[in-house]
């Protein structure tokens, strides 16, 4: 699949992408019971998902098509086929899944250093978020409640009043809540806001990882994926998120143990940062990188 791997310009890439899709199909019409080409498939939705506006039916089709690929005996062991899908379930922050994966990927080629330095760095990045998550950033005393007590309904932004007008003009309802008033995945018509107690680095820079704290002390992850590179929050800022996507970090492995809940969001444009609505500026699509050995 050189297509992929072709291109200087967003649009040039996209283009060739789309076209590396369509050969990937081809292949697969062929002989659909061979796995190779339901790899390569795989791995077309996969550039083709990050290459253009992120849809989830692009990448539920590249999750079917590395399915069809796990039932042939020789793509199912295929490494890469395993690396690729980790790095994919990493996206999705589906961490048990990403973890298995990469551990597969290790165990079908253990000369292989690019799957068991993953693992390692993912397992390194949840025990940062986590701790984080557990000590508001280790700020504490009078510190953090100087810091909660300094959130108003000004941080809001455009967001305060209860309602906002989205980019078509259309009314949205927009009531503010505390992030311990959140349900499992979508909040429709709620938006939270919050001061930041600490970003956490490692050695991916995607997702921008921050923890936020609410009027109650209560302290959450955000996950910020297409943010422009060089640009994050800081300490003290406060960020206010509509509508926030909530999701619960809880499993085990080798051993260790990670819990907290944290918000994901898509797209930098929908924060609002001190009281402002960020601007289309601070936003650049993600890039992924995929193993093709085989290919």
Known sequence: MVLRQLGNDPSERLKLVEESVEKAKEAVQLDIKDGCSWFILGNAY??????SSQQPRILKQCMSAYTQAEKDPVA?????????RAIAYKYQEDYQLALIGFARASALDPMWPQPQEKEKQLIGYLLKVQEFVETKGKIKGKKLQTLVSSISDADLGPYSG?????PSGKMVTLNKALLSDLSPEGNPEKVVVGKVVCSVTGEDPVPFTFCLVDNKETCYAVTVYNIAPGYGVKIGDSVAIPEPFLQTVDLEWK???????SIRVDSPVVMVVNGRKLTVDKQAPSVLGVSAKSE
Do not use: E, I, M
């Open 255 to 261: 051993a260790k143990t990670f819990c907290f809940r």
């Open 162 to 166: 209860g309602s906002f007008a989205s």
């Open 46 to 51: 996969l550039s083709l998902f990050f290459a």
């Open 76 to 84: 199912n062991s295929n490494p890469d086929l395993h690396y690729n």
